[in-house]
């Protein structure tokens, strides 16, 4: 069965302190592997889509990179406006676009 | 300007009541979603529509009916509401309902039944 695990769960860094967040997936024929921002309160927030491994993207202070087992979110110098809870998910092969998220990875930086 | 729309963004109602969420999107999206987010904030899809025909159809209680008037709008009634049915819904919209095309989000109704 297809499963995505995020890890940590929670994460606390000190503004600047950079990190990475995890995303390991087991599907049958990886279509897309998404990275979503979600603030209390709203709705997920699109950040990346990656395809194939070796892959990366960048926006900001945020890297996503993919193999064929997982994912990693960097965030390099984190800001306060970085906190927020970074969910990932996947599109299997054959899913017509059943997204199967992760339970997500919960952010806060402090000044 | 608002992409994905949904309302109302709050729902609170008495267990056996029957309910709608409306969803709108002015992407010009061909495929749409609901999603629910339970308290341990698991997103989880339930239902989606691509063109007014349902393709996607999660095990879901049968008294959560979606209707899809037009491909910009996704509607979800609830009949009977139960005490489990509380959570968030999101309605999500993406350009077809291929395998990887990426889904946007609406802002989502946080329903609480009492």
């Known amino acids: 069965e297809d499963q995505v695990t995020q890890s940590p769960e929670a994460l606390r860094l000190q503004e600047g302190e950079s990190s990475s967040l995890n995303c390991s997936y087991t599907?049958?024929?990886?279509?897309?592997l998404f990275w979503y921002r979600q603030d209390p309160g709203k709705g997920p927030e699109f950040l990346f889509t990656?395809?194939?491994a070796g892959e990366e993207k960048e926006k900001e202070r945020l890297k996503a990179t993919l193999t064929k087992k997982e994912s990693f979110l960097h965030i390099t110098a984190p800001k306060p406006e970085d906190s927020a809870t970074y969910l990932c998910?996947?599109?299997?092969?054959?899913?017509?676009?059943?997204?199967?998220f992760g339970a997500g990875t919960q952010v806060v930086v402090t000044p | 300007d608002t992409a994905v729309s949904q309302t109302p963004k709050y729902l609170v109602t008495q267990m056996g009541n029957d309910k709608s969420i409306k969803c709108e999107q002015n992407?010009?999206?061909?495929?749409m979603y609901w999603y629910k987010q339970d308290s341990k904030k698991f997103l989880k899809i339930m239902f989606s529509?691509?063109?007014?025909?349902?393709?996607i159809n999660e095990t879901v209680p049968n008294r959560f009916s979606p209707k899809s008037p037009d491909k910009a709008h996704l509607n979800l009634h609830i009949n009977s509401l139960e005490l489990g049915d509380s959570a968030v819904y999101f309605c999500?919209?993406?350009?077809?309902?291929?395998?990887?095309?990426?889904?946007?989000f609406g802002p989502g109704t946080r329903l609480t039944v009492l």
């Open positions: 999500a919209s993406s350009r077809e309902r291929g395998e990887t095309d990426t889904q946007y």
């Open positions: 599907v049958s024929g990886l279509r897309g």
């Open positions: 990656l395809y194939s």
């Open positions: 998910a996947v599109l299997a092969r054959g899913s017509w676009g059943k997204l199967q």
């Open positions: 992407l010009g999206h061909d495929t």
């Open positions: 529509y691509n063109n007014k025909e349902l393709i």
